[in-house]
Nanobody
Framework: QVQLVESGGGLVQPGGSLRLSCTAS????????IAWFRQAPGKEREGFSG????????YVLDYLKGRFTVSRDNAKNTVYLQMNSLKPEDTAVYYC???????????????????WGQGTQVTVSS
């Protein structure tokens, strides 16, 4: 069983950048697809990015492409989410989640993922 811990969140000004990390323990990440979700206050949890277990294939919601990039370093058992040109509407708790096997097509759905981190707060404000 894999345990996930997110880190790297914080307060950033509009236009700034953050890199979130999702670090695994208990198992190696190279056999898991990893997805990123976020949940803003009063809103549903939204899956917006993912990375495949084996070939590094990635997915990012269209409206976030160009600003958000997902990558993985299996040697460090870590998946990264690079967020640039941050906007106030990006404010949310960000979660990573894992599932054994391949990344499903399309936007990540919560029911597709078994293992979850505790979340990290990202606040974009001046």
């Amino acid at each position: 069983q894999v345990q996930l811990v997110e880190s790297g969140g914080g307060l950033v000004q509009p236009g700034g950048s953050l890199r979130l990390s999702c670090t695994a323990s208990g198992d190696t990440l190279d056999s898991y697809a990893i997805a990123w979700f976020r949940q803003a206050p009063g809103k549903e949890r939204e899956g917006f990015s993912g990375i495949n277990d084996s070939d590094g294939r990635t997915y990012v919601l269209d409206y976030l492409k160009g600003r958000f990039t997902v990558s993985r370093d299996n040697a460090k058992n870590t998946v990264y989410l690079q967020m640039n040109s941050l906007k106030p509407e990006d404010t949310a708790v960000y979660y990573c989640a894992a599932r054994a096997g391949s990344l499903p097509p399309g936007p990540p759905e919560t029911f597709e993922y078994i293992y979850w981190g505790q979340g990290t707060q990202v606040t974009v404000s001046s």
